[in-house]
């Protein structure tokens, strides 16, 4: 079975940056797409990023221009460059991938904390 591992999380101030990386356990296996999603407390997990095999991005509104998503190192693997962090991005970060098969499937990571302090 495949894992999503998350790396980078931390205590940061507004107006710092992170990095966050997400590598697979294998590159053998085929992803559609790579994704960044993000959970506070009392909210439901929302989309950040995504990636695609074709290299393209995608991104929320709320981080558009202040993140930046890309390949890692390996072919299954992504990061998160985050810039200007703001309270409000405090959450759990969560690593996402689609098999690159009709029927849905998805993989995750067991989550990073950020937290932004003001």
């Known amino acids: 079975q495949v894992q999503l591992v998350e790396s980078g999380g931390g205590l940061v101030q507004a107006g710092d940056s992170l990095r966050l990386s997400c590598a697979a356990s294998?590159?053998?296996?085929?992803?559609?797409?790579m994704a960044w999603y993000r959970q506070a407390p009392g909210k439901e997990r929302e989309l950040v990023a995504v990636?695609?095999?074709?290299?393209?991005?995608y991104y929320s509104d709320s981080v558009k221009g202040r993140f930046t998503i890309s390949r890692g190192n390996h072919k299954n693997s992504v990061t998160l460059q985050m810039n200007s962090l703001k309270p409000e991005d405090t959450a759990v970060y969560y690593c996402?991938?689609?098999?690159?098969?009709?029927?849905?499937?998805?993989?995750w990571g067991q989550g990073t904390q950020v937290t932004v302090s003001s």
């Open positions: 990636f695609t095999s074709g290299n393209s991005t």
């Open positions: 294998t590159d053998t296996v085929c992803f559609s797409s």
């Open positions: 996402n991938a689609e098999v690159c098969e009709y029927i849905p499937f998805d993989y």
